[in-house]
Every structure is written in structure tokens, then in C-alpha cells.
């Protein structure tokens, strides 16, 4: 069954520093995501990407944060300055076609770590 | 007012029994309803998709919808030990772009 994959699954850097969090979402799928989780906490929405763009994003998605798709396959999230309150589970995701009405797939997810 | 809204638990079950698990939204404008469930340190998967009033049955698990009263419900029969989890519920809707809003999740906790 195809899966959404990401990589790294635990991740720990030093604050301020530039984190690149790599998922490959589903092979046919079109819209992309990323959630985060911090540790106790609800699943939140960060942004949403479509036909190489982001189509929404939360206000937690500040200036720190960028997607990318660089290439036909992968989608990252960067954080550009880590702070210690960026330390939680980050998902990625993906649905086939609009979201409404279309199941989201998650992936494993990459726990992240500012120290 | 919360977006979306759940009892928080534990609800705590014997094995066997039938677990309810309620959820509120607020955007009246939500037309898709997806009940996730999310082990501990484990990623959300999901469990049903609901898009019209009434109820919709698949194997152990029902979830039942009313938009009047904005509310989704899940009800799992002969629950089992495995399936002590979070369960999270996510309206979404168009206007939103179609993305997830999670409710904080019920914790069920099924007892042998």
C-alpha cells in the first residue's frame, strides 16, 4: 500500500540553527501538507501546497518556515532559525485531489528536537 | 469558542463493550468529517470519513453526523484492547482549503 515517507524520524539540532525536514508524499497525490504535534498537544495545520504553491498556510507558518518541492517526488519543510518552541512531531501529508472531500494520508513523522 | 471540540478522557471501556466518543465543531460551513486515530508517539490513520446526516456503518466502527446540531460521533462495537488510542476528530471544509482541524483527541482506554 503506497505510504507517505519521511525523513529524518528523529531529529536533534541546536537552537538557530537551519532544520530540513524531507517527506515523499504519495506517488499520484497532489496536495500536500504539513502538522505538527508538540508533545501533549493537538495536531495542528501549518500549510497547505498545490500545483507548486502554497494554497494555505496558519499563523504559526511565520517567516521561519518554508516549502519546497525541488523536485517531482520530494516536499520539504524548512525552518530556517530553530527555537526551543519549535521542538515537537512534525507530519507530513497528502490527499489525491481536493482535500474536502479526499482523504488525508500522514506519514510516520519526524521528531524534532531544539536544544 | 474552539474550532472543534472533544472530551479529553480517559474514557475507559471493558472489553466487549461499545465506546462513544462525541465531537462539536464550529464551522458550520465543515462539509467533511474524518475520525483519526493516533497511537501514542504514532502518526494519525484513519479510521472513517463521514460527508452526509446520518449514520455510516464499516465493520466495528459507526460514525454518525448532524450538521444541524454540529456534531460527528463515533461509536466503536465489541471494543478490543487495541484499540485503546487517541481518537481525533477533523472537520474540514472548502472554504478552509480543505485542510484538517483537529479536535485535542478522546483517550480510550479498553480494559481486558
Given at each position: 500500500e503506497p505510504?507517505?515517507?519521511?525523513?529524518?524520524?528523529?531529529?536533534?539540532?541546536?537552537?538557530g540553527q537551519e532544520v530540513i525536514l524531507r517527506c515523499v508524499p504519495i506517488s499520484n497525490h497532489l496536495y500536500f501538507y504539513w502538522y505538527r504535534q508538540i508533545l501533549g498537544q493537538k495536531v495542528e495545520f501549518l500549510v497547505s501546497f498545490y500545483n507548486n504553491e502554497i494554497s494555505e498556510?496558519?499563523?504559526?507558518?511565520?517567516d521561519q518556515f518554508?516549502?519546497?518541492?525541488?523536485?517531482g517526488s520530494n516536499f520539504t519543510l524548512k525552518i530556517r532559525s530553530t527555537k526551543l518552541e519549535d521542538s515537537a512531531m512534525y507530519f507530513c501529508a497528502s490527499s489525491r485531489a481536493d482535500p474536502s472531500g479526499n482523504t488525508i494520508?500522514?506519514?510516520?513523522?519526524?521528531?524534532?528536537?531544539?536544544? | 469558542q474552539k474550532e472543534v471540540?472533544?472530551?479529553?478522557?480517559?474514557?475507559?471501556?471493558?472489553?466487549?463493550?461499545?465506546?462513544?466518543?462525541?465531537?462539536?465543531?464550529s464551522d458550520r460551513g465543515s462539509?467533511?468529517?474524518?475520525w483519526y486515530r493516533q497511537y501514542s508517539g504514532k502518526s494519525p490513520e484513519l479510521i472513517m470519513s463521514i460527508y452526509s446526516n446520518g449514520d455510516k456503518e464499516d465493520g466495528r466502527f459507526t460514525a454518525q453526523l448532524n450538521k444541524a446540531s454540529q456534531y460527528v460521533s463515533l461509536l466503536i462495537?465489541?471494543?478490543?484492547?487495541?484499540?485503546?488510542?487517541?481518537y481525533l476528530c477533523a472537520p474540514s471544509s472548502y472554504n478552509q482549503g480543505g485542510k484538517l482541524i483537529f479536535g485535542q483527541g478522546t483517550e480510550?482506554?479498553?480494559?481486558?
Open positions: 505510504e507517505v515517507t519521511q525523513t529524518p524520524s528523529h531529529q536533534v539540532t541546536q537552537m498556510k496558519s499563523e504559526i507558518f511565520d518554508s516549502v519546497e518541492r525541488p523536485d494520508y500522514f506519514g510516520e513523522g519526524s521528531w524534532l528536537t531544539v536544544v | 471540540e472533544q472530551n479529553s478522557g480517559p474514557l475507559s471501556v471493558p472489553e466487549g463493550a461499545i465506546a462513544s466518543l462525541n465531537c462539536t465543531y462539509q467533511s468529517f474524518f462495537r465489541d471494543s478490543q484492547p487495541s484499540d485503546s488510542a487517541t480510550l482506554s479498553v480494559k481486558p
